[in-house]
């Protein structure tokens, strides 16, 4: 890892740290939730400039957008209308050029999410495809096939939509079109030329606007298997991520990334991509972070792990090891908009998996929370925030189903797509409208407990989660920055205590609901609960503790 050689300055726009995304804590605000500036209940763009402050106090290195683009909504936002405008509830292209500005002065990256797989069903292309009409060279932008069965009724093939029901819907001239996801969000065909020209064009857009990175959707998705062959399975939902699909991870999307990494390495201040890939292992997840291909892949096996010390020491092994042949950073991530936020994940004592409906112990989850995240901020690369979990927030488990948006919760009739529980507005304040998110309410209601656990509340408390992360991100740039390197040295440690040393400092986990004496040296860095000085070369840490100790 490189060094850094000129002193840190509050200015990206003026320094550029080489490899800066390496070891980056990055902040992901998904904009319709994050600060609404105009009180019209939907978070936007000003929201997010007049809150980018907190943002550098808190101390991460950059910022990642949900999409903001011209969309109908139909999956808030990942079903794109126009790749080069903002939609008008976020705000206009002007403001998304001031907040880039803002950012960088306060020395904060931008990242931007990128919508490939799909556009929206009311994107030009599509709309002209519909009109003409079957043998139109925009329907070759998309996959429209004739469907099965005598008189074209059956879809031409056996493929499931990932929120449920076929991935075919049928238009008026009878002809199917393929929606990996909503049938509004119809999939581009990236063997068509004029489909790959074009996204070639939409990146550099965003870069001369002055991005430093996209956060590629779906990178898994792009190219189809040849002949769109059936997957042969009725329960092809329960496949993904294990097995090889036809429509996912498939080889001839590497060469894609290849050409866009070419672009991006054509800028200045190393801009980077970070691929959202699901992948059957983390060696084809490392495929995706080849070095003249994206920078980072995010971890999904790390985000899908219980609060179990084996469990998490052999995923961050695999983790590490799967990274290390092709040079990229291991990333980690805990929570994110389209899974349950770990303190409600961590609530329960089995794994539930990550779309939970119940709100489980909430005490307990917060406590391991807290641990897992000091755990994840220690690990070596790169680390994802996102927004409300330096808050300790907990899912919104009790929603009713009629303030529901997710358009996966409709296609699975309601037994599944519990992703708004994670989208609810961030509390700023104790009091006001929507706890300070807005003067205009909010446009999922908030939990009137969440006055309790607002930005306000927690500032200025040292046992608040805000303080500890805000403690845990400064401890990392002291002691966890370049000259402390990738490699980790794990510690042999009591069963259920997962430990390793870094750099100077020590971290360790007690994932067990009882104390355990360690035997350690080292002062207390941070906590993720009150811990004991370490005595005598002994510390008993308590349950569902990290600490971080220096030496
Ligand atoms: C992944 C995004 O994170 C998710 O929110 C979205 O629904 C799908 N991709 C489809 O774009």
Not at 5 to 31: F, G, H
Not at 122 to 135: I, K, M, S, T, V
Not at 196 to 201: A, C, G, Q, T
Not at 284 to 306: C, I, K, S
Request: charged content about 25%; glycine content about 10%.
């Amino acid at each position: 890892m490189t060094q850094q050689s000129e002193a840190p300055s509050p200015s990206v726009a003026d320094t550029v740290r080489r490899d800066w995304w390496r070891d980056a804590v990055i902040y992901q605000v998904y904009p319709r939730s994050f600060a609404d500036g105009n009180g019209d209940g939907m978070g936007d763009l000003q929201g997010v400039r007049d809150r980018l402050p907190y943002l550098r106090d808190l101390g991460v290195d950059a910022v990642w957008l949900s999409p903001f683009y011209a969309s109908p909504q139909a999956d808030a936002g990942y079903d794109v209308s126009d790749y080069r405008a903002i939609d008008p509830m976020f705000g206009t292209l002007h403001d998304a050029d001031g907040l880039i500005r803002d950012a960088h002065d306060l020395g904060l990256r931008v990242i931007v999410d990128l919508v490939p797989n799909h556009t929206s069903d009311q994107y030009d292309w599509f709309r002209r495809a519909l009109a003409e009409g079957p043998g139109s060279p925009l329907r070759e932008r998309y996959h429209f096939r004739d469907g099965k069965g005598e008189n074209g009724e059956l879809p031409p093939n056996d493929w499931d939509s990932i929120f449920g029901g076929p991935a075919w819907t049928r238009v008026a001239d009878g002809q199917w079109y393929l929606h990996l996801f909503a049938p509004e969000q119809p999939d581009l065909n990236w063997e068509n030329q004029a489909v790959r020209d074009e996204f070639r064009s939409i990146l550099r857009f965003w870069l001369d606007m002055g991005v430093d990175g996209f956060r590629i959707d779906v990178a898994h998705g792009l190219i189809k298997a040849d002949g769109l062959p059936d997957v042969g399975s009725a329960e092809q939902l329960k496949l993904l991520g294990n097995d090889s699909m036809p429509f996912f991870d498939q080889d001839g999307v590497h060469e894609i990334y290849r050409s866009w990494r070419q672009i991006l390495d054509e800028y200045d201040g190393e801009r980077i991509a970070v691929a959202e890939a699901w992948t059957p292992t983390v060696e084809r997840t490392a495929n995706y972070v080849r070095p003249d291909e994206l920078h980072q892949a995010f971890n999904f096996q790390y985000l899908g792990t219980h609060w179990d010390a084996d469990e998490l020491r052999a995923v961050i092994d695999v983790s590490l090891a799967a990274m290390e042949p092709v040079g990229a950073p291991a990333t980690w991530v805990l929570s994110n908009h389209d899974v349950t936020r770990h303190a409600t994940r961590f609530a329960h004592d089995v794994h539930l998996g990550t779309q939970l409906r119940e709100a489980g112990d909430r005490e307990l989850g917060l406590r391991r929370a807290r641990a897992a995240s000091l755990l994840m901020l220690a690990l070596p690369g790169s680390a994802y925030v996102y927004q409300g979990e330096e808050l300790g927030l907990p899912d919104v488990v009790d929603l009713p189903d009629e303030v529901r948006q997710d358009p996966s919760f409709f296609r699975a009739a309601g037994q599944d797509g519990f992703r708004d529980g994670c989208r609810v507005p961030i509390p700023w304040t104790r009091e006001g409208s929507s706890y300070g998110f807005g003067s205009g309410g909010s446009w999922l209601p908030q939990p009137a407990e969440w006055a309790g656990l607002s930005v306000e509340a927690q500032t200025g408390d040292p046992g608040s989660t805000l303080e500890l992360y805000r403690a845990a991100l400064a401890a990392r740039r002291v002691h966890l920055g370049p000259e402390a390197g990738e490699e980790l040295r794990w510690l042999q440690l009591p069963d259920g205590v997962l430990g390793f040393v870094r750099g100077d400092l020590v971290c360790l986990a007690n994932t067990t609901a009882a104390p355990v004496r360690i035997e350690t040296d080292g002062r207390v860095v941070v906590a993720s609960s009150a811990v004991p000085p370490v005595t005598a070369g002994l510390l008993d840490l308590p349950a569902d503790t990290t600490v971080w100790l220096a030496r």
